[in-house]
């Protein structure tokens, strides 16, 4: 097998967010739940509900966007006649002929590549991965394999 993503895969997918969510969940904790009888605090000059509000707006939208970028990641393997997608829990595999297509998107060093499947799997009718150079080398190396799915590459 042949592994197509990105090694940051991980970093983002697990360290990012729970670095994230640990530190600003502790300090909105924190904030939320101190004592307000200093003089000159922000939670007295907002006003306890605002303050309160603001905080955990900011938590869950820091969430949000995590999620949306990064905890939705999956890592993928490629072999002569299967895809292999991980959430790094559970493990699929996909045939060739069940992926209708792949975008490969390119953002700086970035390439988030979206595979579309026929028929809906496990993670969906499409999850999406950062791709390595280790795919346009496997693609070149099997041109059936780039024959038989469609491939969107938008740069």
């Known amino acids: 097998m042949h592994n197509v993503s990105s090694q940051l895969t991980l970093f983002f997918k697990v360290f990012i967010p729970t670095i994230w969510i ?3 969940g502790t300090i909105g904790g924190f904030l939320l739940f101190s004592g307000s009888g200093k003089t000159g605090n922000l939670a007295m000059i907002l006003g306890h509900g605002l303050f309160n509000i603001i905080i955990i707006g900011f938590l869950l939208l820091g969430i949000i966007v995590l999620y949306f970028l990064f905890m939705r990641l999956k890592r993928v393997e490629l072999d002569k006649d299967y895809l292999y997608a991980t959430n790094y829990i559970k493990h699929y ?3 060739f002929h069940n992926i209708e297509q792949l975008e490969i998107k390119r953002f700086l060093i970035w390439q988030p590549t979206k595979v579309i499947l026929k028929t809906p799997g496990k993670f969906g009718k499409r999850f999406t991965f950062l791709a390595s150079n280790q795919l346009e080398a496997y693609l070149e190396k099997h041109p059936l394999i780039a ?5 969107k590459d938008y740069r």
Not at 147 to 151: L, P, S, V
């Open 93 to 95: 595999r996909y045939p």
């Open 147 to 151: 024959h038989e799915i469609q491939i």
């Open 22 to 24: 640990s530190f600003f």
